[in-house]
């Protein structure tokens, strides 16, 4: 069976629900016709919320910043948003926006290549095959789980789980666990495990700067307030220019990193009172460099009488026995693995063959890179959301994808009106490169520490946009034909 659309999106979490969104309100407010499908391999929308269901998953962007603009939520229950609240909120919103009829579930991408003489995407699934004239990846960078290699794993007779993958009825009450890593899902896990296992043991093969969260749940009178749309707004704008101030920070100005640094240097010398510990707690990095996280109660966690850290890798295992790089050995019954993900090369790069049959796995080679963060040289009418440098370390992933859909749908009317194919040229994406790299220099993510941030066969900066929130929508929010005009170099 092969169906013919106009669009097919990949992925169903807040990128690719909120193209679809658009794409069914301008069907209704302007009359345009797009047809479209969204391919998503699970049984579910929700994405990242969908799989990330540990104890403790939240996010740590404020919940009326961190939701779509044009779908604001009064009812917000907390300052942060839990997993559960997110993940419902975008259930609701595909129920709500008359999403479910484009939605296929259980349909995974296996292939996905350009027919040159077609000037179409033929994207298969195992259940169907689709003629698309645009093919939008919105698979996210947080969906392909990374376990590092564990000497021994095979041997280990307990239970090993990513976060990613967390199994609700596992017994942890007379268990002994290991945790694997200190990023931002350890740090919200560590807290609820300690409180359901028998000991916890923390591998922190980096110490991670934490800063408070200060959670709250929203007052009566506040809920009450925020029923007014325009209340919604400016809470969500004051939220946005905190949040904002904060870049300069990233760009290590002394003043900003200065208090960011104090904050954090407060925050571990008030919490924790063995110096001992807290000098294993202090990390030995430039502030920013690495996710700085936001906490409460993680190092109150790591000193209960059944949290012990230990301050190094997860090495080997031998049999039920995890062997830190220091040599300690600790007995573990399970494993968990806050390892993170595979973000700078995606999976989905491999099932994707652009023109001239350059797969997009081989075109990144060196690390991901896209002109206006977005579209590729060699891949026409492919259009990549929250790939390479369109996230944040400082403010909200929602606000980088709605820019990157006003782009998607700039480039849809332009289609629409114009026919030929959308390719951009390689100068252009060269250019483009040429100045995230020169603003990637001066920020404190190419300090030097080792973060999924920056990818390690180019060393370039491939996740972050190296600049405020705003000015990557001022430099990308609209689609520009022009710059597609130059000759295609091949
Ligand atoms: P992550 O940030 O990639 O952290 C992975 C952790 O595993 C790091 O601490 C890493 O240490 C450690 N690690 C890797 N191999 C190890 C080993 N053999 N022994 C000990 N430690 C090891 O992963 P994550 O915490 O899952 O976060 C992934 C992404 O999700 C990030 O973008 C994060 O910000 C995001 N996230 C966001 C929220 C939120 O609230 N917004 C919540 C959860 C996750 P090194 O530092 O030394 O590499």
Known sequence: MTVEVDVA???????????????????????????FVILERADDVGGTWRDNVYPGVACDIPSHLYSYSFRTKPDWSHVYPSGAELQEYLRECAREEGLLPHLRFGEPVTDARWLADDERWLVTTPVARYRARVLVSAVGRLSEPRIPAIEGI???????MHTAAWDDTLPLADARVGLVGTGASAVQLLPELARRARHVTVFQRSAPYVVPRGDRPYSAAELDELTDAAARHSL?????????????????VPAAIGELRDRARTHRETQVTDPV????????????????????????????????????????????????????????????????????????ADLVTGRAGIRLADRWSDGMRAY?????????NLFVLDGPNASLGHNSAVYMIEAQLEYVLGALDHLRASGDPLEIPLEAEDAYVAVIDAAARDTVWLSGCTSWYVDERSGRLALLWPGYAHTF?????????????????S
């Open 9 to 35: 999106i990949v992925g169903a979490g807040f990128a690719g629900l909120g193209l679809g969104i658009r794409l069914k309100r301008r069907a209704a407010d302007e009359g345009t016709s797009e047809s």
């Open 154 to 160: 095979g041997g280990f007779r307990g239970r090993a």
């Open 236 to 252: 969500r704008e004051q939220i946005f220019w905190d949040a904002e101030s904060a870049f300069p920070q990233r760009l290590g």
């Open 277 to 348: 510990l807290r000098a294993a707690l202090t990390p030995d990095y430039e502030i920013g460099c690495k996710r700085v996280l936001l906490s409460d109660d993680f190092y109150p966690a790591l000193q209960r009488p059944n949290v012990s850290l230990e301050a190094s890798a997860l090495q080997r295992m031998d049999v039920s026995t995890a062997v830190a790089e220091s040599g300690a050995r600790h007995e573990v019954d399970v494993l968990v693995f806050a390892t993170g993900f595979h973000a700078t090369r995606p999976p989905f």
């Open 372 to 380: 206006a963060s977005t579209v590729v040289h060699g891949f026409p």
């Open 473 to 489: 929508r001022e430099r990308n929010g609209t689609f520009d034909p022009a710059v597609y005009r130059v000759p295609v170099a």
